[in-house]
């Protein structure tokens, strides 16, 4: 079946405490994203992939890190999760730009503490 | 830049009654436009996408939307509310910025279907 998955799909932690949220797609798509959801606000994107090796900021990419190592894997690395970016998560990946549509994993609720 | 604006935070029908989720776009070039859905403690769903051909766009669960150039809008619709259809709506608008691009999502509806 064609997915995302993220892991974990919920996270408490302590502020200060490094912590990775995995996220992996099997559908060979080149384009990855990560998003937080807060109430009122939306989605927001915090760091998107087009390829391997290549990354960038989103809008909201402070204290946030990624990497893309390989083309189906996209961790969110917090080096220093503060209560701030307790929030829902998504990873989503699309084949290309433009037109096609993003795939979306269901989220990793993180609390900071 | 591209965005978009989600008339309504919340909407409230009853079962069977028509459902009308209101999207504005602000984009200066020709967009792709894309509704999701999003079921409690679920990730979005892709209803349905405009890419420039037919400017009415059907797409799952009985949904669909009209592009209208004219008015910058791109309406969701479905003729008759089911209680399954609770659930959070978002409006999306692909942009480009430099050689880069994101999907920019309205705030979101949520759909209330009362019995």
């Known amino acids: 079946e064609a997915q995302v998955t993220q892991n974990p799909r919920y996270l408490i932690t302590v502020t200060g405490k490094k912590l990775t949220v995995t996220c992996s797609q099997n559908?060979?798509?080149?384009?990855m994203s990560w998003y937080r959801q807060d109430p009122g606000l939306g989605l927001r994107q915090i760091y998107y992939s087009m390829n391997v090796e290549v990354t960038d900021k989103g809008d909201v990419p402070e204290g946030y890190k990624v990497s893309r190592k390989e083309k189906r894997n996209f961790p969110l690395i917090l080096e220093s999760p503060s209560p701030n970016q307790t929030s829902l998560y998504f990873c989503?990946?699309?084949?290309?730009?433009?037109?096609?549509?993003?795939?979306f994993g269901s989220g990793t609720r993180l609390t900071v503490v | 830049a591209q965005s978009v604006t989600q008339l309504g935070s919340h909407v409230s029908v009853s079962e069977g009654a028509l459902v009308l989720l209101r999207c504005n776009y602000s984009s200066s070039v020709p967009p792709y436009l894309f509704w999701y859905v999003q079921y409690p403690n679920q990730g979005l769903q892709l209803l349905l996408k405009y890419t420039s051909a037919a400017t009415l766009v059907k797409g799952i669960n009985g949904f669909e939307a009209e592009f209208k150039k004219s008015e910058t809008s791109f309406h969701l619709t479905k003729p008759s509310a089911h209680m399954s259809d609770a659930a959070e709506y978002f409006c999306?608008?692909?942009?480009?910025?430099?050689?880069?691009?994101?999907?920019?999502f309205g705030k979101g509806t949520k759909l209330t279907v009362n019995p």
């Open positions: 989503a990946s699309s084949r290309h730009r433009g037109n096609y549509g993003y795939t």
């Open positions: 999306a608008v692909s942009a480009t910025q430099g050689g880069s691009e994101k999907l920019v």
């Open positions: 559908m060979n798509h080149e384009y």
